[in-house]
């Protein structure tokens, strides 16, 4: 750890952080509540025109392609949802730590075509355990802890908590996020990423109270909104252009290298995303079943994503006034509504994109999106104990129950599972210097964070406390881009890595 330090306090590293400084200012402070519309108490509303110059750029000359594939993709719909509402929380697969080195067949396939699972025992119970109570008494010795909401605080702003680091670096968990990792791919062999040295992303951490119905986060998904359809976002590279192109089966959720240059957060969110998170995720501390405060996925991954894309650019051509937000309950749940031939391409792009705010995360409704049929397509994953981890991909909606109607509390560790690349690397290393601090990790809002409080880790806790390979994964050490078995590509990346994080001259 002195090492890593010293090198901390290198002439090299003291330029890279002057250029840190300027660049990337402190988002100011906030909660969850602003990362997104319906918990912030805004409404939705069309865009500015330049978003329907933009949908009309991104499908043209596909304008037959696209209202072709609007009618496959509903029919396949129409298919699957039945199904999903039949098997409800089976149909998420699940597989015990224990076994993640050889993985089933039937795990691995619908792990990929579901876009979520639970990997069982990932942490001893009781060390989970053993965590919630620490974590309690550092929220006990400092309560002037921002949480939301604040007069019942369910969502705490913390990041640098003894139990988090140790959760995030625990050996299990980096292994668990190498397993996960696995399932994506590179067209690219020679893509400078690894999958095999996952990064620490400080987040935050639930203690949800029984009847709760304040933290009633819908259906959503993480990693920007607008950025989605925006060139300068993900256009940047070209992630869903198989979508706008009309070949929606094309589209690869799992493909990799496209996912390096994407910028998901251009209008700089509170809460908003600016790494590349494979995968969402969080380390139960309870035990915690269905209704009672836990998580919801909608098992689509590509069908649905697929759809929120394309949902901008049709209209009914009955039933709600064309460019409306919504359609009332009962028209919009009747098959004359939900018909394909009630549905038409926009000969003219409106500034709608259904659910996008800029500044804000990607939210959908059942008004909005109505052939997800997301009140019964949102499905609880299995009930899960402490040391449990669920993971989802990053294109994934997800939900939280409407009420905590369970008896105990449902608390989890945010911990997803990132990659590393040299975007992701540069994002470690202005982390690293909010953990010196003490303040919120970047993503979040600012403020003093933890700056003040007792019990916080310091940088000189860490080396008594987590292994090298943990220590690499928080950018406080470097890593070995000679080791054996590193690909020309994952060298690029460790190589890379080590340069940002001031570690390579």
Known sequence: MLSALRTLRTPCRRAFQLRTV???ASKRAGDI?????SLSGQEFAPLTPEYA?????LIKGHEDAVRASWERLLRDLREEIPHIIRTGSKVIPEIDFKDIDNA?????????????AVIRGVVPEQEALGWKEDLRE?????????AFPPENPQIFELYWSRAQLLARAHPNMLKTQRFLMSYWHSSNPHTPIST???????????MRLPGDSRFALGPHVDGGSVERWDERGYGLGKVYDAVWQGKWEEFDPWESSCRI??????????GACTTFRMFQGWLSLSTCGPFEGTLLVNPLLAKATAYYLLRPFFSPKKGVKRGAQTADEATSTSAAFLASDNWELDANPTSWLQGATPGHGQELSHLLHPHLNLAHSMIHVPTVRPGDYVAWHCDTIHAVDKTHAGTSDSSVLYIPTCPLTEDNARYLARQREKFVQGIP??????GIGESEHKGRIRVEDVEALISIEGRRAIGLAEWDADAEGVTVGEREALDRANTVLGFYD
């Open 441 to 446: 990790s970047p993503d979040f809002g600012g």
């Open 196 to 206: 095999k040295h996952p990064i620490s992303y400080a987040d935050r951490l639930r």
């Open 104 to 116: 089933p067949d039937t795990f691995s396939k619908e792990l990929r075509k579901r876009g979520v």
């Open 138 to 146: 550092y929220i006990k010795q400092n309560p002037q802890t921002k």
């Open 261 to 270: 240059p994407v910028k998901s957060d251009l209008h700089q969110g509170v």
């Open 22 to 24: 300027a660049t990337e």
């Open 33 to 37: 509540s602003d990362a997104f519309v």
């Open 53 to 57: 110059d933009l949908k009309g750029r």
